[in-house]
């Protein structure tokens, strides 16, 4: 089975510009969220989607925003990039099971974003 | 609101040394907790959890115990090998009805032949 996919895996942007990652849970999973981590603020929550609605939604601007399609695939977007939007960017995915405590999520290798 | 403190190392060992990385939390009631680990270049993977107090969790020779006496879920493993090298974190889900994790600092650790 394959596992979460991330794409691209490297990206380099300049200021001012905006960005697209996407993630392509595992098969059958519902549940995609996305993570930033930094070597500073380590891994932040960025927002979680289910079935296309979103779900959850961390402490970050507007900048940041993500959607999910029918097929449960997940982009997220950063506008107006800054600097300090350099971090790795991690989907993770998870089959709900109903009990939130006990799903385990399943994560990609990252989309390592720098912005120059 | 819901947190994790582990120690944040880095953690430098010798081969076939003991380990212990701590983990302490924060939460209404008694949470899930999760042990993840990622190796270089790669994403977080499970190492292992325990989904109610006394619980432990076993994989790969790493064992945790859940405390809740001491809001604890200390990771262990008895004898480390190079490949153990990584960085692990300690997490447990967010109250509010989704999958939202949160995670300590992470511990970075390196084990030296």
């Known amino acids: 089975k394959a596992g979460v996919t991330q794409t691209p895996r490297y990206l380099i942007k300049t200021r001012g510009q905006q960005v697209t990652l996407s993630c392509s849970p595992i098969?059958?999973?519902?549940?995609v969220s996305w993570y930033q981590q930094t070597p500073g603020q380590g891994l932040q929550f960025l927002f979680e989607?289910?079935?296309?609605?979103?779900?959850n939604k961390g402490n970050f601007p507007g900048r940041f925003s993500g959607r999910q399609f029918s097929n449960s695939r997940s982009e997220m977007n950063v506008s107006t990039l800054e600097l300090g939007d350099s971090a790795l960017y991690l989907c993770?995915?998870?089959?709900?099971?109903?009990?939130?405590?006990?799903?385990?999520?399943?994560f990609g290798a990252g989309t390592r974003l720098s912005v120059l | 609101g819901d947190s994790v403190t582990q120690m944040e190392g880095p953690v430098t060992l010798s081969e076939e040394a003991f380990l212990t990385i701590n983990c302490t939390y924060t939460?209404?009631?008694?949470?899930?907790l999760f042990w993840y680990v990622q190796y270089p270049g790669e994403g977080l993977q499970l190492l292992l959890k325990?989904?109610?107090?006394?619980d432990k969790g076993s994989n790969k020779g790493f064992e945790a115990t859940y405390r809740k006496e001491t809001t604890s879920f200390h990771l262990e493993k008895g004898s480390v090998q190079v490949s153990d090298s990584a960085v692990y974190f300690c997490?447990?889900?967010?109250?509010?009805?989704?999958?939202?994790?949160?995670f300590g600092k992470g511990t970075k650790l390196t084990v030296n032949p």
């Open positions: 993770a995915s998870s089959l709900p099971t109903g009990d939130f405590a006990k799903n385990i999520q399943y």
């Open positions: 098969s059958g999973h519902r549940s």
């Open positions: 989607y289910f079935s296309e609605t979103q779900r």
């Open positions: 939460a209404t009631g008694y949470p899930s």
């Open positions: 325990a989904t109610k107090a006394d």
């Open positions: 997490a447990l889900p967010s109250q509010g009805g989704s999958e939202k994790l949160v």
